[in-house]
């Protein structure tokens, strides 16, 4: 059936290309500024990888966790596939000696990218962490992580109340029980975040099937549609 699936997508856009082909990709394509725009671009968007520790990934219960590390690792891809700004921070590593972030995240995080390790449940209440994300001048935030009523949830609120567009991306983020889970996303988009899913927003970040990193791209050589082939289609309606 995966296989099947894959062919059928293949062909879908085999047609798709040979038809934008035919009538000049951008003929009818309205480009608007990637800056200004008010959806999520590349250019306006950083994503916060918030506590993809493996003591505190063992503990989701609100979401198979093969599926949300699946999740996990489609969204780092994407970002790395897009060039977008990525913050990493973990909490407790040198003073409690928790793990470091996961490999199968990690891997996609920018050799850059240096980890900012917190004491704080909040990690907007992390100097670094702020200064992180002010200095990529950007307003739109992705944020993703565990537990979602805990860190991400403190996290999401003080960005909203600074102003930051906010998106909590729904099926990449986990905590201990359900009802913990749903009550923290409940608070946040009753503070205005708003709720979205890793492949929605990977979707409107390419808008376009024109879009040179559609379908291929340095780090992810099928680009945004072989992520999808990968991390989304063998994963629907399991969630």
């Keep these: 059936m995966k296989n099947l699936i894959r062919v059928v997508f293949a062909l879908f856009l085999s047609c798709l290309t040979t038809f934008a082909s035919a009538q000049g990709p951008a003929a009818n394509f309205t480009p608007k500024n990637p800056i200004a725009d008010n959806l999520l671009t590349s250019e306006n968007t950083v994503l916060l990888l918030i506590d993809w520790q493996p003591d505190l990934i063992h503990t989701v219960q609100n979401i198979d966790q093969d599926i949300m590390m699946n999740n996990i690792e489609a969204l780092a891809k994407t970002a790395a596939l897009f060039d977008i700004p990525v913050i990493e921070t973990t909490i407790g590593v040198e003073m409690a000696g928790s793990k ?101 927003a990977g979707a409107e970040i390419l808008r376009s099937y024109t879009h040179p990193k559609a379908m291929q791209g340095e780090k992810i050589k099928g680009g945004f549609v072989e992520i999808m082939k990968d991390h989304f289609y063998p994963f629907a309606g399991k969630y």
């Design 100 to 200: 470091q972030t996961v490999p199968a995240v990690k891997k996609w995080v920018p050799e850059s990218v240096k980890n900012i390790d917190r004491v704080s449940l909040n990690a907007w209440q992390n100097r670094k962490l702020v200064e992180a994300v002010r200095k990529t001048g950007r307003k739109k935030i992705l944020i993703t992580g565990l537990w979602t009523s805990g860190c991400p949830t403190y996290t999401a609120l003080d960005a909203l109340e600074e102003g930051y567009e906010v998106y909590i991306l729904v099926d990449v983020m986990g905590d201990a029980t359900t009802v913990a889970h749903e009550m923290a996303i409940q608070r946040m988009v009753q503070a205005g975040a708003i709720p979205f899913t890793w492949e929605g």
